[in-house]
C-alpha cells in the first residue's frame, strides 16, 4: 500500500532563508508527483508536478526534484518571503490504481518570520 | 474564468438530517474527486468519478453519497449516518491521471 510521509509537520524560518520540505513514498510504481499549496481555510493550489520519466521541475523560486528510485522528493524554495507562509502538500498518482487517485502527506505548516 | 466551484462556503447541519455540498467545474475535466479534511490528518479521499454517471468509493465513503448526471457536476450529500461529518471538505477534478489536479476552495461543515 503506497503511503506518502512528510517531515518535518511543521518549519520556522527567518525571512531570506532558503530552505527544503521533503516528501517520501513507499512505492516507487507512480504516474507523477504533485506539490500543492494550502492557506489557512482554503482549497489547494498546485505548484509543481513532477512526472515520472521527469528528474525536477522549476517555477520561479521553486524547485522540485523527484527520485524515484529512493522514493524521494524536495521542494526547494529560494530566498524564502513572508507570503511564503502556508501548508505544503506533496501528492503522488499510484501506477496501479483505478481513476487516478491521489494519494497525499499530511503536510509541512511554513512560517516565514519578517 | 476557468475553474472549480464549491458552495455553500459554510454550512451548519442538524442531527438527523441530510446535506448537500455542491461542486461544479467548467474545465472541460473527466475526472472527480471529494476529499475530506480534517486538522492533523491530511487529506482522504470519499468518491471518485471518472466518467458520467458512473462513480466510485474511496477510502471512507461510508455516511456519503453522490451522483455524476452532468460532467461538470458532482454533488455530494452527507447523509445521517455519518455520526461525526464536522470536516473541510475539498473537491476536486483533472482531465486524466498524468495531469494536474485542481481543487476548489472548500466547504466548511459544522454539526449543530
Known amino acids: 500500500k503506497q503511503e506518502v510521509t512528510q517531515i518535518p509537520a511543521a518549519l520556522s524560518v527567518p525571512e531570506g532563508e532558503n530552505l527544503v520540505l521533503n516528501c517520501s513514498f513507499t512505492d516507487s510504481a507512480i504516474y507523477n508527483l504533485q506539490w500543492f499549496r494550502q492557506d489557512p481555510g482554503k482549497g489547494l493550489t498546485s505548484l509543481l508536478l513532477i512526472q515520472s520519466s521527469q528528474r525536477e521541475q522549476t517555477s520561479g523560486r521553486l524547485n522540485a526534484s523527484l527520485d524515484k528510485s529512493s522514493g524521494r522528493s524536495t521542494l526547494y524554495i529560494a530566498a524564502s518571503q513572508p507570503g511564503d507562509s502556508a501548508t505544503y502538500l506533496c501528492?503522488?498518482?499510484?501506477?496501479?490504481?483505478?481513476?487516478?487517485?491521489?494519494?497525499f502527506g499530511q503536510g509541512t505548516e511554513l512560517s516565514v518570520k519578517p | 474564468d476557468g475553474g472549480i466551484t464549491q458552495s455553500p462556503k459554510y454550512l451548519f447541519r442538524k442531527e438527523g438530517q441530510n446535506v448537500t455540498l455542491s461542486c461544479e467545474q467548467n474545465l472541460n475535466h473527466d475526472a472527480m474527486y471529494w476529499y475530506r479534511q480534517d486538522p492533523g490528518q491530511g487529506l482522504r479521499l470519499i468518491y471518485y468519478s471518472q466518467i458520467v454517471n458512473d462513480f466510485q468509493k474511496g477510502d471512507i465513503a461510508e455516511g456519503y453519497s453522490v451522483s455524476r448526471e452532468k460532467k461538470e457536476s458532482f454533488p455530494l450529500t452527507v447523509t445521517s449516518a455519518q455520526k461525526n461529518p464536522t470536516a473541510f471538505y475539498l473537491c476536486?477534478?483533472?482531465?486524466?491521471?498524468?495531469?494536474?489536479?485542481?481543487f476548489g476552495s472548500g466547504t466548511q461543515l459544522s454539526v449543530l
Open positions: 476536486a477534478s483533472r482531465l486524466a491521471p498524468g495531469e494536474k489536479l485542481f
Open positions: 501528492a503522488v498518482t499510484p501506477f496501479y490504481n483505478q481513476g487516478g487517485k491521489l494519494i
